[in-house]
């Protein structure tokens, strides 16, 4: 009996069920998805260091998810309480025909179980499905092969789904007891008569607060853009902290001046129903400042953890092609001692260098004292700054000689250069120096080294000279080989382009330094191209997956609980909206003012949030600009299409279910 009064309240109540079975669905399916990863690894041609990459993933997303529960169970739990509150009357009636409070419950309970299964499966099948798509997607950012399709079914990602969303439902269950146990019987029949009392607020107070509100705002994103992202330090705390308290206040001193400053635009307060909408919003704001400045946090995690965390990805993974040039690059470490040049070492070791490679050149860089706030301007320098905790303007700039920057040319398929006696050539490949660079070149800048002065009177060179993770040249000075006759380099390095196969050249050249190392005692470090593409790849994977998990979990709960008030509030107005029906107000019009009112609520807290996250960004980019050019349009443009498809798709449910409620209860009141 009491499943089919459970059922049959499902039926009636699907439409009230609409939110709540939307945030159940997609968080089943993110929560699949994103945990279902490793299993891919059967489809992709994967190396030894791509795999345990993917396995560091799936851990990743297993720690990242016990937080997403906590989220969605917020979420389950706040959702559970709207449906008991829409259906107080109800609950009540069925006491009065005799029910006890514990079967009451009972009926809840079956009625959550059935909407949360039917979800849980939809969710799981809707991530399975989804989960097959993100293989090509892993796949292109492993930049691996795949070996062949297969429909892959993740058990271990079914079971964590169940055992997380049950613990839960367990949760809401217990919830749901306490909830009917406090409640007593003449509060739930006049649960729909309840008025909410509205505090009005000093008009003076509420501007001064709404002033003092954009003042800590502008010092918090003064603070974000000068301190940037790079360096946790106490100014970076306080922008986060001012940033809070500045959406905090502006949302608390909104709802007191914003009615009485529509009322001093008179032609549009009394226009069809704007002083009925204004109003109902006002109410709202008032009493909910605290979630919307909430909500506004949150859709600014949203659209900061898409935009920057795929821009780190592009920043850690970058143009492999552009910033690992060679097959390889052999660094050797402390080699003050050494006297030769790196290739000539390894070959009188018996080391045979050239029948691994076909071309390879050393590249030696030399210390000639010249520091870089002697040719930096300090705007350069602080934009470094951001991104090393060294005193960027005491450190000394890198000089090359001619011939081994040719060598490197020629390596590159590159044109040669040549430099007279009293000529010197800058190269470099990051973008913090670039204005003074091209500045040094316009104004034909002269430079003093050992006591002779030189002018540079070529364009400066873009280049990567070695094997890196990122650009990593931030200025290199090329000089006459003659200005490094019996000087001891400070760092000494060699590329190599193989003879055979990368992975072949590969295992060689490991057992070759390997070998030097054990003769040597110098530390050394191989950087191969392979290498650069497998870490990039899995760097660019990890980063994707986690801000696209983490983001679109914060934004479905930003839109579910903006969704859940405002269907909230519509169930509690519905005598508003009944009294406009009786004065003769259209149809049209009321359908209009609710469209308009819930629009208004849901874009306060996005508006702020783009401001916040302009800033944000702005300071992200900031900070990264030393080591690359960040282009976040693509960025952008996936945030407006999660954007548009889920906070657009939950306005849209919310204003059809609340214009639902609307007319089913006033339609019932009429019957009353």
């Known amino acids: 009996m009491y499943f089919k009064i459970a059922l049959g309240n499902v039926r009636r109540s699907i439409r009230d069920y609409g939110v709540y079975f939307l945030t159940l669905t997609f968080g089943v399916c993110l929560f699949y998805v994103f945990n279902s990863i490793q299993s891919q ?4 041609a994967l190396s030894q260091s791509q795999a345990k990459m993917l396995v560091l993933l799936n851990n990743l997303m297993q720690i990242f998810s016990v937080f997403v529960c906590i989220v969605l169970g917020f979420l389950i739990v706040y959702a559970n309480n709207f449906l008991i509150r829409r259906r107080k009357k109800e609950l009540g009636l069925y006491l009065v025909m005799g029910m006890n409070k514990g079967t009451v419950a009972r009926i809840l309970m079956i009625e959550t179980v059935m909407i949360g299964l039917l979800a849980f499966a939809v969710g799981l099948g809707l991530g399975i499905l989804v989960s097959q798509a993100l293989t090509v997607v892993t796949a292109n950012l492993f930049m691996v092969q795949l070996k062949a399709f297969e429909f892959i079914v993740s058990v271990k990602a079914i079971l964590l789904s169940a055992l997380f969303f049950g613990g839960m439902y367990l949760i809401v269950l217990i919830f749901n007891s306490v909830v009917v146990s406090r409640y007593k019987l003449i509060d739930l029949l006049q649960g729909d008569r309840h008025n909410e009392t509205l505090k009005l607020r000093s008009i003076g107070l509420s501007v001064v607060l709404f002033i003092a509100s954009l003042i800590i705002l502008g010092c918090a994103y003064a603070l974000i853009l000068d301190n940037g992202f790079a360096m946790f330090t106490l100014e970076f705390t306080a922008s986060i902290v001012l940033g809070s308290i500045g959406t905090f206040l502006f949302f608390f001193s909104l709802s007191g001046f914003l009615l009485k400053f529509v009322q001093s635009r008179k032609s549009f307060y009394y226009r069809n129903l704007n002083m009925f909408v204004m109003r109902q919003l006002n109410s709202r704001i008032n009493s909910a400042f605290v979630s919307m400045t909430i909500i506004c946090i949150m859709l600014l995690l949203t659209i900061g953890a898409l935009c920057t965390g795929l821009s780190f990805g592009q920043v850690l993974a970058g143009d492999v092609e552009k910033t690992s040039p060679y097959d390889a690059t052999v660094y050797v470490y402390d080699t003050q001692s050494l006297g030769f040049h790196l ?3 390894f070959r009188s070791r018996g ?20 520091k870089i706030k002697d040719f930096s301007s300090p705007e350069v320098i602080a934009t470094m700054q951001n991104s090393t905790s060294h005193d960027v303007g005491e450190m000394t700039i890198d000089f090359l000689p001619l011939s081994q920057l040719n060598a490197a040319l020629t390596m590159q398929a590159k044109p040669e250069v040549t430099l007279a006696e009293n000529e010197y050539l800058i190269t470099y490949s990051m973008n913090a120096a670039e204005s003074d660079i091209f500045k ?3 104004e034909h800048r002269e430079l003093t080294v050992d006591g002779k002065t030189l002018t540079v009177s070529q364009p400066a060179m873009f280049l990567q000279l070695q094997n890196f993770n990122a650009y990593g040249n931030f200025l290199t000075i090329v000089l006459p080989d003659s200005f490094f006759i019996n000087k001891i380099p400070a760092s000494q390095s060699f590329n190599l382009n193989y003879n055979g196969s990368a992975e072949e050249g590969d295992a060689r050249l490991n057992e070759m330094i390997k070998a030097y190392g054990q003769q040597t005692g110098f530390a050394y470090n191989g950087v191969t191209r392979a290498e650069m593409y497998e870490a990039s790849g ?29 269907l909230s509030e519509s169930a509690d107005n519905v005598h508003r909206y009944a009294l406009l029906r009786k004065i003769g107000v259209e149809e049209k019009m009321i359908r209009r003012s609710l469209f308009t009112q819930i629009a208004i609520y849901f874009l306060f807290p996005l508006a702020l949030a783009i401001v916040h996250s302009i800033v944000g960004v702005s300071a992200v980019i900031q900070s990264l600009v030393a080591l690359v050019k960040i282009d976040i349009g693509s960025q952008v443009l996936l945030v407006g299409g999660f954007l548009a498809l889920i906070y657009g798709g939950y306005f849209l449910i919310t204003y059809t279910s609340s214009l639902s409620v609307i007319r089913d209860r006033v339609q019932a009141r009429r019957l009353e």
């Open 343 to 345: 290739t000539e070492d």
């Open 41 to 44: 690894s059967v489809m992709l």
């Open 351 to 370: 080391l045979d260098l050239d029948g691994l490679a076909r071309e390879a050149a050393d590249l030696d860089l030399y210390d000639l004292a010249v």
């Open 538 to 566: 899995g760097m660019k994977l990890i980063l994707s997956y986690i801000a696209v998990y983490l983001g679109l979990v914060f934004l479905i709960a930003s839109a579910a609980i903006l969704a859940l008030q405002q």
């Open 440 to 442: 040094a070149v316009k």
